[in-house]
Each structure stands twice: as C-alpha cells, then as structure tokens.
C-alpha cells in the first residue's frame, strides 16, 4: 500500500501532531519536500508533505496565511508540516485556521525531529512499496509464465491474469475475433469492443490505447501483440481502477508470453505453409498419392472429404479490367514459395479470417500466398469457407452499394480503403480433380474481376448466361469496330441494316420469320443480307461470322439503347 499521512503520524519515531485535516489523513505522500520559499509551488508536482519552519512567511498574518494555504492546496500538496520551535514557539493559530478551511491537513513537527527524518521516512516507504510492487510483479509474471507452459496454455494465462488484477481479460486473434477470456462472462464484453480492436489492429505492433466505453463502468486497456508490421492478435483487460505498478508488471508479462507464442506459432505456420505449398504442387501435378502422403496428419484430413479450391487477387483501385493469369510459380514448375511472396494486406486478412475460423473448430485449412494472390484448400462447407465468404461479402459491403463492373470504371468489393479483392471458389472436389479446380477458381476469380465482384463461385458461372462476360472494353471496342460500317450506313437514312440483321440473326436465317418480325418484304431483307456482306466484306453463310455479328450486337445492345 502507498504511504500515507496516517502513517507518518502513527510512526513513533517522529512524534508528529496532527492540528488540522484529520478526516484527511489517508491522503498517499510521495514524497517531503522542505521549502522556505514564500511560493514554492513552481517547484511542486503534487502529492507532497511539504515541511516549512516559516522563516519567510508571517504566519501569524491571517491574510497572509490564508493566501499561502490556499495556493499550496490548490498545487496538489496533501499536507503541510510545521517545525515548532524553531521561528515559532507554537504554530501561529492564522495559519491553523487557514489549513482547516482549505481542509489541508498541517501537522506539528516537534524541535527534536528533523526535516530529514521525515524525508527519510517517507523515502524508505517509498521504495518498499516499489518494492513490494516489483516482487509482486515477478511473481505474477512466474505464475503467469508457468500458466503459458500448461496444457491450457493462454486460457489459463488469462485466468490468472484476471484474478491478479482482480479483473477480467481477453484475447484476440489476428481477425479480431475473441477466442478466451476469464472469466467466462468477460467474452460478452469483449465482444464489444470489436471497432477498438480493429483500430488497434491497424497501427504497428507493438500499440496500445484505453477504451472509453459508456456501456460499461470499468477501465480497459488494449495491447497488440506481435513485433511485425500488423498485429497477431491483441490483449484486453479491464479493471475498476486504473493499473497500479504490480498490475502493470503483470499485464507487461502478460503481453511479452502471448506475443513469444504467437511468434512462435507464427513461425511453425511459416513451416507448415511451406508444406501446404508442396502438397498443393503435387496436387496440381496430378500426384494425389504423393501430396497424402507429403500432408500426413496435418492436411491429410483436409484431402479426405469433399475440398474447394479458393484463388484471391488484390484489386487495386486504379487497375484496369484483365483477366487473371495463373501465378508466375506454378507456370514455371515452381512450388509456391510463402516466405518469398510479398502479401497484400487484403490478402493477409483473408488469410487470417479463414484460418482462425478453421481453428476454432479444429477443421484444416491451406493456405498458400503465392506471387501476389493467395490461394486456399478449405473443406465444403466448413467454417473457413463460410468465413472467406463473409469476408468477401462484408468487403464488398463496405462500398455502399455493389460495384460496377470493371470495364465502367467500377472495382470489386473493397477490403480497405484504395484496397479491392476479387476471389473466385472452385466447385466441391477431390484430390483427383485438383487441377480442375485450381481452373475453375481461376475461371470464377476472372468473372468476378469483370463483373466487379468480390466472390464468385464456379457453380454461378456454369448455371448463368456468357452474356454478362460481354461487359468488358476490349469486348465492346471489336463490336464497335466490328458493327461501325453498318451503322454508318444506318445513319445516312440508306436502311435499317443493323435491326434487319439482329432480326434475321435472331430467326436462325429464316427468311419469312425475320421479315414478318420487321414489317418487310422477304425480298427486302434478302437485299438487305446481301448489303451487310458487301459492306463488311464477309459471308452471312460462314458460322463463325454470324456468331461473332451476334455477340457483337449483344455487347452493343444496353450501350445504344437498343
């Protein structure tokens, strides 16, 4: 406990009397100070017994001591003490009475006690409470190490963190998410602090920052844990108080453990990366047998059901439409070097979604960031596929309304701000099919690019028309140039060719439909057929050419108006 005025004045040592402020003597001292300065405020700090003999102060001047009491209590000093004896035989009764209307404490020190007794006093309670809150703090921090080594591991850290700070604290992994907290009703609080904690986990590690929160009457603190650029996850404690020495050793401690295991699970993620690239490889070799045997007990479970193949690109906000090649590694014959790949930080978060959502159910999960994309085997249907999918949708979200596609300007669904993120998910397969799937992702991750989506599945892409992957700028500039001659013509009053030809298109070639559908003699659109060949040079009677005049005049049809 700090020292206090009660306990200087129960110290039998120096003989102290207490001649006003009695109700105030629980106040804590950190340190005494002797002054002969008429304002010696300018050199207080606040929390000091100051020691005065009045040498320069008429003490007996009520005026006088009314002002000097006054400033001193108002500068944080908790108690004055007054040598008797020394220019005073007996403290002036101006300056007693002074102390008990600004409710000062003042204490009479006899002739036989020196100042510095009392300093001394005071500075040895000083350091044995420092020092009390030191060993306090190494043993929390033995307890707490002791907790981190157990089989329970950070959930009983935070146990005995909570009890130590007679408290509650909580835990957050890399997405933000609370995954222990102690005791058990303290999840709930945590939970609201989700906006904090994003915040936090925003600036480099390592940050910490004291919570605000009206809906809830206790102090809490945020720590990042990790030592790189973001944060690995992030500690809570909350308390009645603000943190004493003690409990800032234990909650330091508390920090410096969890941010050793999360680094040093980092590191073993880093080493089973590096083993999901290799099963991943072999997978996309063709060699199923090979990549069970390579993923062992720490895939292998992963490749026994049902799998989906996810593929992730960053979108930048200033890039234009293109479609997706396959990553760089992979054409060359390389496996995918995770420590090598530099991540985008919408990548990063996916990432992290997807794999605490994975653990908290104990399902497996690869992940592999590859030459600027990320690509991940997740289970159909498990948690770390649901978990990539709200975050795709909640990125997407985020835009205030669902993008354009990228040919008009638009971009896919946005993680951060300037930041996008496309993703394409492959059908349900088997180790067998890997390489299919590793296609279909990437034929879903180009739709989603052009369609300025943030996910679009496989299954989407089969069940639905080709027509909206007509919505592209280098599609539209061919069926501008492709279709011009015609509506060149068009506009000179000569005809209505482009209308005749999507008509007699749409017929299949039949002539009499095709006419009956234009209002027109079956002479006049065969004329008219024979036109369209002569000015674009080419044969209605060639397949390729009707299909590509037919697309044409699909890609064109919403930007005329037509």
């Known amino acids: 406990?700090?020292?206090?005025?009660?306990?200087?004045?129960?110290?039998?040592?120096?003989?102290?009397?207490?001649?006003?402020?009695?109700?105030?003597?629980?106040?804590?001292?950190?340190?005494?100070?002797?002054?002969?300065?008429?304002?010696?405020?300018?050199?207080?700090?606040?929390?000091?017994?100051?020691?005065?003999?009045?040498?320069?102060?008429?003490?007996?001047?009520?005026?006088?001591?009314?002002?000097?009491?006054?400033?001193?209590?108002?500068?944080?000093?908790?108690?004055l003490g007054f040598a008797v004896g020394?220019?005073?035989?007996?403290?002036?009764?101006?300056?007693?009475?002074?102390?008990?209307?600004?409710?000062?404490?003042?204490?009479?020190?006899?002739?036989?006690?020196?100042?510095?007794?009392?300093?001394?006093?005071?500075?040895?309670?000083?350091?044995?409470?420092?020092?009390?809150?030191?060993?306090?703090?190494?043993?929390?921090?033995?307890?707490?190490?002791?907790?981190?080594?157990?089989?329970?591991?950070?959930?009983?850290?935070?146990?005995?963190?909570?009890?130590?700070?007679?408290?509650?604290?909580?835990?957050y992994d890399a997405s933000g998410a609370v995954v222990a907290a102690?005791?058990?009703?303290?999840?709930?609080?945590?939970?609201?602090?989700?906006?904090?904690?994003a915040r936090l986990r925003e600036r480099p590690a390592p940050a910490s920052s004291v919570v605000s929160d009206t809906d809830g009457d206790d102090r809490v603190e945020l720590q990042s844990l990790g030592t790189g650029r973001r944060a690995r996850g992030v500690l809570a404690v909350g308390t009645g108080a603000p943190l004493g020495t003690a409990e800032r050793y234990a909650v330091h401690s508390a920090v410096a453990l969890l941010t050793l295991t999360t680094e040093?699970?980092?590191?073993?993620?880093?080493?089973?990366?590096?083993?999901?690239?290799?099963?991943?490889?072999?997978l996309l070799a063709g060699e199923p047998d090979h990549a069970r045997a390579v993923a062992g007990r720490l895939y292998g479970g992963l490749l026994d059901a049902p799998f989906r193949m996810l593929v992730a690109e960053p979108v930048p906000a200033d890039d234009q439409a293109s479609s997706p090649k396959p990553s760089a590694s992979f054409e060359q014959g390389r496996p995918p070097s995770p420590s090598g790949a530099a991540i985008a930080p919408v990548l990063d978060a996916l990432a992290d979604a997807m794999e605490s959502a994975a653990a908290r159910t104990g399902e497996a999960v690869l992940a592999v960031p590859d030459v600027g994309r990320l690509i991940v085997l997740v289970a159909d249907g498990g948690a770390a596929a649901d978990a990539g999918a709200a975050f795709a949708a909640a990125t997407e979200a985020r835009l205030g309304t669902q993008a354009?596609?990228?040919?008009?300007?638009?971009?896919?669904?946005?993680?951060?701000?300037?930041?996008?993120?496309?993703?394409?998910?492959?059908?349900?397969?088997?180790?067998?099919?890997?390489?299919?799937?590793?296609r279909q992702a990437e034929q879903a991750l180009s739709v989603a690019r052009r369609r300025g989506r943030a996910l679009v599945e496989h299954e989407d892409v089969a069940a639905g028309s080709v027509l909206p992957l007509l919505a592209d700028d280098a599609v539209r500039a061919f069926a501008d140039g492709l279709l011009r001659a015609l509506r060149e013509h068009d506009a000179t009053g000569r005809g209505d060719l482009v209308a005749s030809l999507r008509a007699w298109l749409a017929r299949h070639g039949q002539w009499d439909a095709a006419a009956a559908d234009l209002g027109v003699h079956r002479h006049t659109l065969r004329y008219r057929m024979r036109r369209v060949e002569e000015i674009l040079g080419r044969s209605l009677d060639d397949a390729d050419v009707r299909m590509e005049l037919w697309l044409a005049l699909k890609a064109t049809s919403a930007q005329v108006g037509e």
């Open 86 to 171: 020394v220019n005073y035989e007996e403290v002036p009764e101006a300056l007693v009475d002074a102390a008990r209307r600004q409710h000062l404490p003042l204490l009479g020190v006899p002739r036989r006690t020196p100042f510095i007794a009392i300093s001394k006093a005071v500075s040895a309670a000083v350091a044995a409470d420092q020092y009390r809150a030191v060993t306090a703090g190494f043993e929390a921090q033995r307890e707490l190490t002791r907790a981190a080594l157990g089989a329970e591991g950070p959930a009983e850290l935070l146990a005995r963190l909570a009890a130590h700070l007679d408290g509650w604290a909580a835990l």
């Open 404 to 438: 354009r596609p990228r040919g008009r300007n638009g971009r896919a669904g946005a993680g951060r701000e300037g930041e996008g993120l496309a993703v394409g998910l492959s059908a349900p397969t088997g180790p067998m099919a890997a390489a299919n799937a590793y």
């Open 264 to 282: 040093r699970s980092r590191a073993l993620q880093d080493a089973e990366q590096r083993l999901g690239a290799a099963v991943l490889k072999m």
């Open 182 to 197: 102690a005791p058990e009703w303290a999840a709930r609080r945590a939970a609201r602090l989700a906006e904090d904690v």
């Open 1 to 79: 406990m700090p020292h206090t005025l009660a306990s200087l004045v129960n110290h039998t040592a120096l003989k102290l009397t207490v001649l006003a402020g009695e109700d105030r003597l629980d106040v804590p001292v950190r340190w005494a100070h002797a002054s002969e300065l008429i304002d010696p405020v300018p050199y207080m700090e606040g929390g000091e017994l100051l020691l005065i003999t009045a040498l320069k102060l008429d003490a007996e001047d009520p005026e006088t001591a009314d002002r000097y009491v006054r400033r001193v209590a108002e500068a944080g000093v908790v108690g």
